[in-house]
């Protein structure tokens, strides 16, 4: 967030404070929020969960693990084990990414 509050001609502090006025969250937990976000969605899919914790920005899984848990109450396997559906499941590409969802029948 330096480099951005530095493109906004603010300082670190002065960004955050005006950012957490302005949304109600400090820009680190906004952007924690997102990942989380995008970490449900993608744990909706086959996609390996190491893998899904480098897809939304988190280089080590159980730093991703504490803050999906810390964030929902579950761990990303039992986040996927209570709401993934197998049945509409889709084929991955070779890097386990999701390619096209099936409806289920």
Known sequence: FT????????SPG???KAFSRQYHVTPQKYL???????????????VPIRQVAELV?????????RAFKKETGMSPSQYRDEYFDPSLASRTDKDGLLIKRRTKQ
């Open 3 to 10: 480099d951005l509050a530095g493109e906004l001609h603010l």
């Open 14 to 16: 002065a960004f955050t």
């Open 32 to 46: 924690t929020n997102l990942r989380i976000e995008k970490a449900k969605a993608l744990l909706l899919s086959p």
């Open 57 to 65: 920005g988190f280089r080590d899984q159980l730093y991703f693990s």
